[in-house]
């Protein structure tokens, strides 16, 4: 039997983590004021001292971090320790404005091996397994995040990295890898390339899939179980904070439990900045409470979710947030209207005859905004037969008026004609930006 928790803390009663976090962030708060003289200043401005944090609700009192913060202080910045005490650098993916950098010491690598071992042991995985990590390697903390918490279990670890992927279906039959990582868009590309080359889940030996960089609907994940025939879990995280391993699912698929013995969160109003009562939809913010070299505090994430401090029947009392339902960068407005590709992605699911491999395209034509889904068909929709396609459009466009609340247009397209993604897949071309 594999361990259902890698570390007793999951468990701990709520008084037991209260008092940690409370002693952690006093030690975090008292530290970011004397080493990082971006947080003295801000602190100054706001007139708070280490010492005014005397609960965990004081929490409030201090200054928000944005990404931009990390731009201005590019690369070093905001580093809490001498440069020689940094053992290792990553950067997010972005892909607009200057990458951002962050910086690990060797006891914040252990902390991020030891959350994505919590993953993977949640996932069922302990040292008799076979970890194949297909996240990206390199400056994106996706690879070497699972690498790492794959080493802390003691797994045989296969850093395959993205990319290849008829490659990776011969790895994973010929080496016998028993749990997969990587993005849940490449799992997906991954079992259609076995499935085409003709290779059934039985002939893999497969159990489970550690998938997370990028929102995904729980119906992906039926698809991608069905594929693989595994078990697929959530992970969830971002580099500012640590990479993956943020926040990890369990057996119940009901939330995502943050390991908030390290990160502390926070739901709060995007709009206002004001903290928001248990189980309202906000932005989720996280404080850094036990890293070395480069501590946020109140990291506004974009990430839109809520928490949910009931125990969950896993036995875990780590509080547990819900999937993110997208950024609020990443929500585009149409003609007025609050639009989430995952409200999309979530009509293209519950439709037959279609595959959740799509790309929004949106517009502004005459002063009015217009937004267009091309999807593709499933291999055995008769594509050929235009009256079938013109039904399947109409109702796709029917379903998706119903539940955004604008017209849609939709296009049906071949199947396997859309580009996949080895990495996190990019579903949204904005024109209207180069326009402006
Ligand atoms: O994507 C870290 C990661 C790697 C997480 C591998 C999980 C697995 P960034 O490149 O900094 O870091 O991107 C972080 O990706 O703020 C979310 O918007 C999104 N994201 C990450 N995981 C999930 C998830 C990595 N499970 C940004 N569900 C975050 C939804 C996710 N969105």
Known sequence: ?????????????REELRSLQLQRLQNTVRRVYEKVPFYREKFDQLGVKPEDIRTLADLSKLPFTYKQDLRDNYPYGLLAVPL?????????????????VVCYTDNDLNIWGEVTARALTSAGAD??????VSYGYGLFTGGLGLHQGAQTIRATTIPVSSGNTKRQVQILKDLRST???????????????????GVTPDQLALKAGVFGAEPWTPKMRAQIEELLGIEAFDIYGLCEIIGPGVSVDCHCHDGLHINEDHFLPEIIDPDTGEVLPEGAE???????????????IRYRTRDICTLNYEPCSCGRTLVRMSKPRGRTDDMMIIRGVNVFPSQIE?????????????????????NTDTIEVSVEVAPDFEFDVIRLVEEKQR???RALQQVLNISVKVNLVGARTLQRSEGKAKRVIDHRQLHE
């Open 1 to 13: 039997m594999s361990k259902p928790y890698w570390n007793p803390i999951e468990t701990a009663s």
């Open 84 to 100: 020689e005490e940094v053992t290792r650098v990553q950067a997010t993916s972005g892909t607009t404005g200057r990458q951002t």
């Open 127 to 132: 040292q008799r397994d076979i970890v194949h």
């Open 179 to 197: 749990v997969l990582c990587c993005t849940p868009s490449y799992a997906l590309y991954i079992g259609e390339t076995a499935r085409d080359s």
């Open 282 to 296: 906000g932005e989720l913010v996280f404080t850094c409470i036990t890293k070395e070299a480069m501590p946020l």
């Open 346 to 366: 979530g009509v293209l699911l519950d439709t037959k005859g279609i595959t959740p491999n799509y790309m929004i395209e949106v517009d502004r034509i005459n």
């Open 395 to 397: 109702e796709l466009e």
